[in-house]
């Protein structure tokens, strides 16, 4: 069993040998232009790397005594699996109702429960720091929060302390200012792209 954490480059290398992490010209869900690409479900489609991703954040939480793990679904779901197993922690997820991010299911956290919340990629920071807030106002104690990627350069504020595995420096920008777009390179969709 390897226990090694993963260094930031070892993880993007994750990410480039499944196809998760393209280099280009793109159009993002949000409408944003972006020269980075991230598709998450393509490196955690593989047990063993989210396997090490899992225990690599676990890692950074060993002395905090963890009792449950919760994530946003669907995005937070197997990376959080993943975590609570290398902890040993139960694992809860939160879900959208009318829009606002719930515990549904018959999940409930107990007052004081200590609360790692866990998520794929960290963009502005908004499901993970719904998650908190949603965790909070039944009582638990979130402790902090982690996510495989940051895209945020650091920045997302999810309102507790926060880490992660490799953090990208990636702008994403409208369309009328995007530089790509003024060199006349086509951008690519890549939901809609043929294989
Ligand atoms: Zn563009």
């Known amino acids: 069993m390897r226990n090694k954490s993963l260094q930031p480059s070892e993880v993007i290398q994750k990410f480039r040998e499944t196809g998760a992490l393209l ?3 793109f159009v ?6 972006s020269a980075i690409y991230l598709q ?5 489609q593989h047990p063993r790397k989210a396997e090490a991703f899992g225990r690599s954040i676990a890692e950074r939480f060993q002395t905090e005594t963890i009792q449950t793990v919760a994530s946003p679904a669907i995005g937070g779901l197997i990376i959080g699996h993943e975590v609570a197993r290398a902890l040993g922690a139960r694992f809860i997820w939160t879900e959208r109702e009318n829009g606002k991010m719930v515990l549904r299911r018959g999940f ?3 007052s004081d429960e200590k609360v790692l919340v866990v998520e794929d990629v960290v963009t502005t920071g908004g499901s993970t720091r719904e998650t908190v807030a949603a965790l909070q106002a039944h009582g638990a104690n979130v402790i902090g929060a982690a996510s495989i990627i940051d895209r945020s350069s650091g920045k ?3 309102g507790v302390p926060r880490i992660a595995l490799a953090t ?3 702008a994403s920008v409208e369309p009328a200012v995007c530089k790509a777009c003024r060199r006349r390179e ?3 969709k890549p939901g809609s792209r043929k294989q």
């Open 156 to 158: 997302a504020d999810v």
């Open 40 to 44: 998450c479900a393509l490196v955690l």
């Open 168 to 170: 990208l420096d990636v």
């Open 23 to 25: 280099e280009g010209h």
């Open 108 to 110: 409930s956290v107990s």
């Open 186 to 188: 086509p951008a690519i």
């Open 28 to 33: 993002l869900t949000s409408g944003l232009h």
